[in-house]
């Protein structure tokens, strides 16, 4: 069944991936004639600057591709916006395990599309990121120049330590003196400055006298919640080692169907794409058990009826490997925190000889009250609003006998509704 279900998985992705998948959002291209083409823009979630986008003026229009040679920028509205440039990259590696011995002042030149993070009236801030590294670039609104932000680190033999070449705070310092002149604060500011995203975003503000657009700084995270209801095919099974006297034989089990509900919120790492989220799921179920087990010789018969309150509080990651505006395709994993509560069971020994005697033992087998674990979960989610899925939880032990075990695993299909 494990192996039926997870084929069927693997099938469902192969058929899903010949498919193009687009993720068009309103923005706008600004072409080689510097005539900006409002539509919409294919956002990904790009790790490194894109060379290559795609953008088309309605819906329904065919795509068109745009890169440096037919465009001098592009946006998302409201999300992330590039303008092109010629200029120098920095190509020395910032990685420990490959550094320099000696200052490497490297670079390579060439024609990209930068994320613009400010955009001021004395200065605007820039980055590119490659497989190498991050690098920042401010752009004087008033020489139309742009410059590398330089930071070098190379390995110090001599100290054997990392050095660190931060010319980016002396460059700073340069430009704040020209438009933030007699002011110390600034300068203190800077001096402080480190070569990231946050402390450069400040900075350049800082030096547009507080008046400055962030492109960029806002988070691109987002939250939504989620309820519905859904169906669990539960099994309960005793396993034991072998001679191992327990309540029942290796491998006798039973099944339990019940109805589940489910409600919970998703941390969107990127709203816009929606690409990977992490999701906690509360859900809760009833599964009622009944063991029947007779004696090859009939003479005795062991009986268990019990009903379990099944509560979880499940984390878990989410990532939509097929995303288009109505429809995206998932795998998810999670931890599953279970609480369980019990009836007031028993387990029964009937000897059938001339008279019929019934011994009880009452809460045994003693089952846990908590317990971990791993749902993995596949499923659509169908314009933006209705999720459908299947999840397998993967079998867990109810007991912490030594030599037999109560597991229980579960095969679970539902539907939720996501509240934007």
Not at 102 to 128: E, H, I, P, Q, R
Not at 189 to 216: C, F, P, V
Not at 388 to 416: C, R
């Amino acid at each position: 069944m494990k192996r039926l279900f997870c084929l069927a998985f693997l099938l469902s992705q192969a058929s899903l991936y010949l498919h193009a998948q687009s993720n068009f959002k309103p923005g706008y291209v600004i072409d080689s004639k510097n005539d900006t083409l409002k539509g919409f823009v294919d956002y990904r979630e790009w790790i490194k600057n894109p060379r290559e986008i795609s953008f088309k003026q309605t819906q329904t229009a065919a795509p068109q591709k745009f890169t440096v040679t037919n465009a001098n920028g592009f946006a998302i509205t409201g999300a992330e916006y590039y303008d092109k440039f010629t200029l120098n990259i920095s190509t020395s590696t910032i990685e420990l395990a490959q550094l320099s011995h000696s200052l490497d002042t490297a670079y390579t030149t060439d024609t990209v599309f930068l994320k613009n993070l400010v955009n001021g009236k004395n200065v605007s801030l820039y980055m590119w990121t490659d497989k190498i590294k991050s690098s920042y670039y401010i752009f004087d609104k008033h020489s139309h120049t742009i410059e590398n932000l330089k930071q070098y680190l190379y390995f110090n033999e001599d100290r054997q330590s990392v050095a660190n070449v931060n010319s980016y705070i002396n460059q700073l310092l340069r430009l704040a003196h020209q438009y933030q002149p007699g002011d110390t604060k600034i300068l203190t500011r800077i001096q402080k400055t480190d070569y990231s995203e946050t402390d450069l975003t400040a900075a350049a503000i800082a030096l547009n006298g507080g008046n400055a657009t962030q492109q960029s700084v806002h988070s691109n995270s987002g939250v939504r919640f989620f309820a519905g209801a859904g169906v669990r095919y539960s099994k309960l099974q005793f396993n034991s080692s072998a001679g191992a006297a327990g309540p029942f034989s290796n491998g006798i089990h039973d099944n339990s169907v019940s109805p589940v509900i489910t409600a919970g919120m998703d941390v969107l790492i990127n709203k816009y794409t929606e690409k990977l989220l992490f999701r906690l799921e509360l859900a809760a179920a009833i599964n009622s058990y009944h063991f029947s087990e007779g004696s090859s010789e009939y003479t005795t018969t062991k009986t268990l009826d019990v009903k379990i309150y099944h509560f979880a509080a499940i984390p878990q990651v989410m990532y939509n490997f097929y995303s288009t505006d109505n429809l995206k395709a998932f795998i998810d994993v999670g931890v599953a925190m279970n609480i369980y509560k019990y009836n007031n069971y028993n387990y029964a020994t009937i000897y059938h000889f001339s008279t019929v005697t019934t011994v009880s033992q009452s809460k045994y087998p003693v089952f846990q009250g908590f317990e971990f674990a791993v749902p993995v979960k596949a499923g659509v989610q169908i314009n933006k609003r209705i999720e459908v899925y299947g999840t397998y939880w993967l079998p867990s032990s109810l007991t912490k006998y030594i030599y037999y075990s109560a597991d229980q695993s579960a095969f679970q299909a539902g539907i939720n509704y996501i509240f934007r």
